[in-house]
């Protein structure tokens, strides 16, 4: 049996009434969308007992009543032939994607019994989990109550990390997901290598909108002309990787020029003359041959931005694993913000505000005996979250201690770590790997074991209690049954606990019997909650002006224009711009992003979304293509500096791309056979990022430091 089982049509039957009993007409269930975090509430249709349509849940703050491209393609997810169907224990070698269909009590009891003998042999903290999403949630539990402490998401180390710890650091708080960004009353709006609308954050991309309607100015800074920039006011190319001598250029004309929130700077900073003194030498003409963007427009748009405060929001961005110097970068943001006064002011950054739902009151977990794996010495003193390459590092190595098992839920690490070579060199020291997921992935190809995980269409997941800008919560429900032998993630987590001897952990029967305790805490009717699919909480104030206290979490209690625990740890206390390397000649820096149809690699084999993006291309600027004889949808495969060639991928020929890059969205060129319809379609951005910046502060890995050349290929 190979992980490419033979596909047919699959029916849905609807969950909420047995397949004898299908029920005639339309029912409307409530649930929340998995394709991507973002968790918007939606209304999912059954006609006549089959899966017909998914909307936005009216009552959801997130959604508002409509979904992305992604989220109405939900229905791709349950209906892809290539999905995953039932347990499955490797045959032969890691990596041959060869297994033996088992049921799911021999899939477990193996995966028990050799997690039991890692524990007896290793201790429990050598086992180490990665997951991503709130379907994670019950099986972090589980392995919380089994001893370890080394659980991760790359979503720390490999995308927001950086952005969090350098607002932290200047605010004392995270940006946190969503972001609490208050795009929507914005009057000048910065966006800095975000590509809004293409990288679709539901929320974010409808209050985008409502920006451009409102005309507000938009500013956006990008090596590439994004959708974004077709919006905006200014457009500034920057050369890649000089985004740092912006800002503080820009910083320097706002001081200089005494245009920042005087009131608001003395009433809530710490350090600013000091800061100012350092901001000084920063000038847009020492800029200028870095960024390659003129000192008048540096100074034009400055003087825009300080126009519109406090209503100006620099967007912190999401994904800015870039350079390796990303967490001073990101708190270059926070400190313009904070010139700007926007923190907590309405058109800025918003506080967030949430319901209190009771945790369910399980047993205290043990005591690690070891601490994390990840960051030995703590020799990444600014790491608020595990570091995922910090676990790789230590599975190579076996230091500061052994770790025997992975256990990845929803994350195929192979596309999400960079330097692909190091992730199989760490799976080779393994005793156990384990992947659960509801599609073959290139990590799922390397498991021992693989779990087929019910899609969120067909099962319950926890209460998203979300911090946003109104408190709510809601439920994500079945809407229909699991066309094989699929399980959701909470009977997975309580049956392997029960393997475990950790059964008393999860002392409820199902999960209904989880909410009604939680919900009845908080006072929340589950049948309500069934019904509509969110309940909202009473409005809360969002804005300094509305009442919340101007309270700042950081060592000086104010915000630190000067960060003396930066300066403390042997860091720049302002940040100081590090130019990034220069092009080897002939070749194009590599950058990558997002597309509006698909989520990471997670999305590729749903029909519906592959029908409008089955594989990506390579931008490259006209004069280059004219230069190697490039011709518009011609393939060519990028060999990157380390000698790793791609599959091959179209070729679009744009003005719209600076001439020293090169850029392609993330996610596709998959390997792994199971996934038959994504197959080599379009190439992999992650196979080509063999190299990696680590950031000092927290442990990121900045992966914009790939360079390829292009060379024509078959078509
Ligand atoms: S942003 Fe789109 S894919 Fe993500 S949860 Fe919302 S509707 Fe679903």
């Known amino acids: 049996m190979s992980l490419a089982a033979a596909g047919c049509a699959l029916k849905s039957k609807s969950a909420s009434v047995s397949s004898a009993e299908k029920k005639k007409g339309i029912q409307r269930i409530p649930t929340y969308c998995d394709i991507c975090f973002w968790k918007c509430g939606a209304i999912a249709s059954v006609r006549d007992g089959e899966l017909w349509k998914i909307e936005g849940n009216p009552d959801d703050p997130l959604s508002r009543g409509r979904l992305c491209p992604r989220g109405t393609g939900g229905i791709g997810a349950h209906t892809d032939p290539d999905r995953l169907r039932t347990p499955l224990i490797r045959k032969r070698e890691r990596g041959e994607e060869l297994w033996q269909e088992v049921t799911w009590d021999e899939a477990l009891g193996y995966v028990a019994e050799k997690l039991l003998k890692i524990k007896s042999q290793y201790g429990p903290e050598a086992v180490a989990v990665f997951s991503h999403g709130i379907g994670g949630n019950f099986l972090k539990h589980t392995f919380k109550a089994y001893g370890t402490p080394n659980i991760s998401a790359p979503s720390f180390a490999q995308c927001r990390g950086p952005r969090d710890v350098g607002f932290r650091l200047t605010f004392g708080e995270d940006i946190s997901s969503p972001e609490r960004t208050d795009i929507r009353n914005a009057d000048c709006l910065v966006l800095l290598g975000s590509h809004l609308g293409e990288n679709m954050h539901n929320s974010q991309v409808q209050e985008f909108a409502e920006a451009i309607e409102k005309r507000a100015s938009i500013i956006i800074v990008d090596p590439r002309y994004s959708v974004a920039a077709s919006k905006a006011k200014y457009y500034l190319p920057i050369n890649p990787g000089t985004d740092l001598a912006l800002l503080l250029a820009w910083m320097n004309v706002i001081v200089r020029e005494n245009l920042y929130d005087k009131e608001y700077v003395t009433k809530y900073g710490f350090g600013f003359e000091q800061f100012a003194a350092e901001i000084l030498a920063f000038t847009p003409e020492w800029a200028y041959p870095e960024t390659g963007i003129e000192p008048e427009i540096i100074r034009a748009t400055a003087r825009e931005m300080a126009r519109y405060k406090p209503a100006t929001l620099v967007h912190p961005g999401r994904h800015v694993t870039w350079y390796g110097?990303?967490?001073?970068?990101?708190?270059?943001?926070?400190?313009?913000?904070?010139?700007?006064?926007?923190?907590?002011?309405?058109?800025?950054?918003?506080?967030?505000?949430?319901m209190d739902v009771p945790s369910y009151p399980y047993p205290p977990y043990p005591k690690p005996a070891k601490d994390k794996v990840d960051n030995p010495g703590n020799k990444y003193p600014f790491a608020s979250e595990t570091i995922t390459t910090g676990t790789r590092d230590a599975t190579i190595s076996g230091q500061p201690y052994p770790i025997k098992g992975w256990f990845v839920y929803a994350s195929n690490l192979l596309h999400a770590l960079p330097n692909e070579n190091e992730t199989i060199k760490a799976i080779q020291n393994l005793d156990l790997l384990v992947v659960v997921d509801v599609i073959p992935s290139e990590i799922a190809g390397w498991a021992d074991v693989v779990l087929p995980e019910s899609v969120y269409l067909e099962r319950h997941d926890d209460l998203n209690v979300e911090w946003f800008r109104d408190p709510f919560t809601a439920l994500r429900q079945p809407v229909v049954e699991s066309p094989h032998d699929q399980k959701p993630n909470w009977w997975i987590a309580k049956q392997l606990a029960d393997r475990l001897g950790l059964g008393s952990f999860f002392p409820w029967n199902d999960i209904e019997e989880y909410f009604r305790h939680r919900l009845g805490a908080a006072g929340i009717d589950y049948e309500e909650l069934k019904k509509r699919g969110i309940i909202r909480g009473a409005k809360q104030p969002n804005y300094f002006e509305e009442g919340v206290p101007t309270e700042f979490a950081t060592p000086s209690g104010k915000i630190e224009f000067y960060s003396l625990q930066l300066q403390k740890a042997g860091f720049d206390p302002v940040p100081k711009y590090t130019r990034p390397d220069a092009n080897p000649t002939g070749t194009f820096r590599l950058l990558y992003g997002r597309a509006p149809v698909h989520s990471f690699s997670r999305t590729h084999s749903n029909r519906i979304l592959s029908d409008m993006m089955s594989e990506n291309e390579v931008w490259v600027n006209t004069s280059i293509a004219a230069r190697?004889?490039?011709?518009?949808?011609?393939?060519?495969?990028?060999?990157?500096q380390d000698g790793i060639t791609s599959n091959k991928v179209k070729v679009k020929v744009t003005e719209r791309i600076r001439p020293d890059c090169v850029y392609m969205v993330h996610g596709f060129g998959h390997t792994s056979k199971g996934l038959k319809h994504a197959y080599r379609k379009g190439a992999s951005d992650a196979q080509l990022i063999t190299r990696y910046k680590t950031d000092p502060l927290m442990g990121g890995t900045g992966m914009n430091c790939n360079f390829v050349t292009i060379e024509p290929a078959e078509a």
């Open 325 to 354: 110097d990303d967490t001073q970068r990101s708190r270059a943001i926070a400190l313009i913000n904070a010139l700007l006064g926007s923190w907590g002011r309405k058109g800025g950054f918003y506080y967030p505000v949430s």
């Open 628 to 640: 190697l004889g490039l011709q518009n949808a011609q393939y060519v495969t990028l060999k990157n």
